[in-house]
């Protein structure tokens, strides 16, 4: 026999001796979960939490850091408080403007 042709059969064979062995894994592994056993976290399982557990501390870091921020820009311009002096609108002050301006709008020729 060709020493190609020898490579090629024990290569079939290492081939189908690998996948009958998966297979029998794989089977009884489906038989082990069928009758109750438990292997722990699976891959995307593990992945998962790692992936919240991140955005949870990106989450922490990034409120806190708009928290900072907010206080920087507080102690640059003080706090922001209403003079005493300062004239305030109140809604009895806005309706009698709001009712002449309704009037003049509803009969322009009215002069």
Do not use: C
């Not at 489906?30 to 955005?55: P, R």
């Amino acid at each position: 026999m060709r020493p190609s042709a020898a490579y090629d059969q024990a290569r079939h064979e290492f081939y189908e001796h690998r996948y009958k062995e998966a297979l029998a894994r794989r089977i009884a592994v489906e038989e082990a979960l069928a009758t109750g056993a438990y292997f722990g976290k699976n891959a995307l399982q593990i992945g998962m939490e790692l992936e919240d557990k991140a955005w949870e501390d990106w989450r922490a870091w990034a409120m806190k850091e708009a928290e900072t921020s907010q206080q920087l820009r507080a102690a640059q311009y003080g706090p922001m408080e209403a003079d005493d002096d300062a004239i305030v609108a109140t809604a009895d002050d806005i309706e009698p403007i709001a009712e002449e301006a309704v009037e003049v709008v509803a009969d322009p020729v009215k002069s």
